[in-house]
């Protein structure tokens, strides 16, 4: 089996207006990663992302640093729970703050 074949094979949501839908105004918690614990962002190799493989609703990117798309992340914790190094902590939406934009 090649391994794009595999990558095909896994049992893993996408998100988007028809299978997850945008979280809206909804979310009690929000995700926040401290990059200067994150264990690739600090080794500089595509090595851990336990938040990426945990994720229900694959909105965690497997990139250096990991992003998480705030539209359609729904605050469940998975991320902090499985997160090795404990970059990431979950935070009231009400002291997070307003979302910055990227681009």
Known sequence: MAKDDF???????TPG???GG???SWRVLRPV???????PVKTGRMSCFQCWLYCPDCV?????PPTIDYDYCKGCGICAEECPAGAIEM??????GPLAKEG
């Open 17 to 19: 207006p028809g299978d």
């Open 22 to 24: 945008n979280t809206g």
């Open 33 to 39: 990663l401290n990059a200067a614990a994150c264990i």
């Open 60 to 64: 965690v990117s497997k990139t250096i």
């Open 7 to 13: 990558c095909e094979m896994l049992s893993r949501s």
């Open 91 to 96: 935070v009231p939406e009400a002291e997070a």
